[in-house]
């Protein structure tokens, strides 16, 4: 989707933070000083995906770090199979972004005794180990959340009624994301949540899911994705069903992703989380320091903002996703 931290400034938490478990692996997969990292990537579900591996094999290069590269299709077990392929070839170092929260404490331990050390981006796992990985690189989605229900209560008037898409059932952005959002909602009880199902984070997912809400509810105010593109398919349903985006129903994403932003800033998204995907040169840092069994902090929290109409009017001329 594991105890998160309150957003900090980014790159790194510094000294502050103790290293998870011991170095080594230095020598592992190295040919000549060159670091060979295995990256097990979730699939290319969404825009922020796509700009996230693009960030990873971009860096990658720049880092002069040999990357081998996986694309899980969403599946656990592609994944699983994928990180043992890489301890049979011996790699420097392995990171993933987990498809979901539990299940990875017998691949881990097999990495750790190959003496190959792990990295977590993007999402976290839940194990009672945290020896199996050194770091976890990624945001804080229980803060999303928050930011999400916060912008909602400042702004809804009298009873709302509200649908949930949810991302991927059992990975860590959907079940993170839904408890922040709620955490908030809570103080203000004429906000409902009415229906909640998941999307898999994909614009077709929140499509189809959009149009069955919107044939079984029958008073929607507010739709909650928990990303971008989500939200980019249920605009497609609300519009099909006659409805105006933006205006009969208001809609709340995550990412901040280019084709969320153009939608906010065309009012048919009314608020947006940001969720940073450029993650790869912070991880190739991260390589390097502990293949070099050098102590890294636990957890790496990147810094981000969240963005209305006009704000994103500003800054899409510059947006790097």
Known sequence: MLKKITTVASV?????????GSG????TGSTGGTITMGFAQVGAESGWRTANTKSIQDEAKTA??????SDAQQKQENQIKAIRSYIQQKVSVIAFSPVVETGWDTVLL???RANIPVILTDRSIDSDDTSLYKT??????VEEGRKAGDWLVANASGPTNVVELQGTTGAAPAIDRKKGFEEKIASKPDIKVVASQTGDFTRSGGKQVMEAFLKSQPKIDVVYAHNDDMGLGAIEA???AGKVPGKDIKIITVDAVKDGMQA?????????VECNPLLGKQLMELAKKVVAG???PERVVTEEGTFTQEQAKTVLPQRQY
């Open 136 to 141: 976890f690189l990624g945001s804080d989605f």
């Open 238 to 240: 609300i519009k099909a």
């Open 294 to 296: 050098e102590q890294v």
């Open 264 to 272: 906010l800033a065309n009012g048919e998204i009314n608020f947006i």
């Open 24 to 27: 080594g692996g230095a020598e």
């Open 64 to 69: 002069g770090i040999d990357l081998k590269f």
């Open 12 to 20: 790194v938490l510094l000294s502050a933070l103790t290293a998870c």
């Open 110 to 112: 097999e990495a750790k």
